[in-house]
T-cell receptor
Framework: EAQVTQNPRYLITVTGKKLTVTCSQNMNHEYMSWYRQDPGLGLRQIYYSMNVEVTDKGDVPEGYKVSRKEKRNFPLILESPSPNQTSLYFC???????????FGSGTRLTVV | AQSVTQLGSHVSVSEGALVLLRCNYSSSVPPYLFWYVQYPNQGLQLLLKYTTGATLVKGINGFEAEFKKSETSFHLTKPSAHMSDAAEYFCAVTSGSGGSNYKLTFGKGTLLTVNP
């Protein structure tokens, strides 16, 4: 089944403790992206990747890192999480812009 | 730069009534436009999209949308609402042909409530 898989689905952590949210797609898509969703703000892009080793900042990149060492994987790294990063995070992938993105099921992160 | 404005953060309709969710966009190049639906505790699912060609596009679950370039709009409609349509709907835009279309910009969403 074609899909984008994120892990974990739920995560509660403490301020300053490094964490990684994994994302993998099995559709051989070139484009991958991370979004965060907050009530009343919709979805905002954190980082995106056009291909292996090619990444760039989205609208809200502060406090996040990404890497794209393989085409299928695009992990999101929070080096020192803070409470304002409490949010619902989505990974997405796309073959090209005209196809739209396929989204993962989301990761609900709480930073206390 | 591109942006999306969804008019009405919350729309409430009766079952069987017309659903109309409004979306206006801004884009410096011809756009690709999308509507996504998010059911509670789930990810986003593509409802329909406009890229080129016919300006009236049909999607899943009986939804359709019309691209109106002169009005920079892409409103979502469904003739008859069903209880199962209750969800949050997001309009999104990316650059069309010749643009950088890896960046998908979303509106803030419209929560649709369907009353029995």
């Amino acid at each position: 089944e074609a899909q984008v898989t994120q892990n974990p689905r739920y995560l509660i952590t403490v301020t300053g403790k490094k964490l990684t949210v994994t994302c993998s797609q099995n559709m051989n898509h070139e484009y991958m992206s991370w979004y965060r969703q907050d009530p009343g703000l919709g979805l905002r892009q954190i980082y995106y990747s056009m291909n292996v080793e090619v990444t760039d900042k989205g609208d809200v990149p502060e406090g996040y890192k990404v890497s794209r060492k393989e085409k299928r994987n695009f992990p999101l790294i929070l080096e020192s999480p803070s409470p304002n990063q409490t949010s619902l995070y989505f990974c997405a992938s796309s073959l090209a812009g005209a196809y739209g993105y396929t989204f993962g099921s989301g990761t609900r992160l709480t930073v206390v | 730069a591109q942006s999306v404005t969804q008019l009405g953060s919350h729309v409430s309709v009766s079952e069987g009534a017309l659903v109309l969710l409004r979306c206006n966009y801004s884009s410096s190049v011809p756009p690709y436009l999308f509507w996504y639906v998010q059911y509670p505790n789930q990810g986003l699912q593509l409802l329909l999209k406009y890229t080129t060609g016919a300006t009236l596009v049909k999607g899943i679950n009986g939804f359709e949308a019309e691209f109106k370039k002169s009005e920079t709009s892409f409103h979502l409609t469904k003739p008859s609402a069903h209880m199962s349509d209750a969800a949050e709907y997001f309009c999104a835009v990316t650059s069309g042909s010749g643009g950088s279309n890896y960046k998908l910009t979303f509106g803030k969403g419209t929560l649709l409530t369907v009353n029995p």
